[in-house]
């Protein structure tokens, strides 16, 4: 029989406290990663495109979140994983241990402006307020289709409303 020390006893076992949004963080950055995106609505396939396309959908999963109270806990925790996850980019990229807090903070501002502006923008009926957030927060190629991208955002935003909280976090996207 194996013995446990004091202090695993006493700290007991450490689980993943986001396992319940890991599906649902895999699911949006893989929709991010979607080749439409980048070959056919114009968003820049560079390293501040693939942020953008990250941080859009992210934005449009945590609107639809917050309206929804079994909702709210689980937003907090996928956030802390675009955190997480920005961070592991960020180090990975040669940022160093000193200025990474400043970068991610500036990241969490980024996220917080395009979640109020995506907000703003859906609420509208017709699609001419998104497409000017998207032109405005989005990398995009020269002559890219804003008006596409507009209705793409628009038409995932309508699916991950529709979607029941546990297929949500299920990541079933």
């Not at 446990?4 to 006893?9: G, I, P, V």
């Given at each position: 029989m194996a013995r446990?020390?004091?202090?695993?006893?006493l700290l007991g076992p450490r689980g993943d406290e986001h396992a319940g949004v890991r599906p649902l963080w895999h699911a949006l950055v893989g929709a991010a990663r979607e080749k439409s995106w980048y070959a056919d609505l114009g968003v820049a396939d560079t390293l501040p495109g693939r942020f953008d396309a990250i941080t859009l959908v992210l934005s449009l999963a945590l609107l639809r979140m917050e309206h929804e109270?079994?909702?709210k806990a689980p937003s907090v925790l996928l956030t802390e994983l675009f955190v997480t996850d920005m961070d592991g980019q960020l180090r990975e990229t040669g940022v160093g241990d000193m200025v990474v807090g400043k970068h991610i903070g500036r990241l969490m501002s980024v996220l917080g402006g395009r979640i109020g502006a995506y907000r703003d923008a859906l609420q509208q009926a017709d699609d001419s307020a998104l497409t000017e957030a998207l032109t405005r927060n989005m990398t995009m190629n020269e002559g890219a289709d804003t008006a596409?991208?507009?209705a793409a955002v628009r038409a995932l935003f309508q699916r991950l409303e529709s979607l029941p909280a546990s297929t949500l976090l299920a990541g079933e996207i």
């Open positions: 446990t020390s004091l202090l695993s006893r109270e079994a909702l596409g991208l507009a």
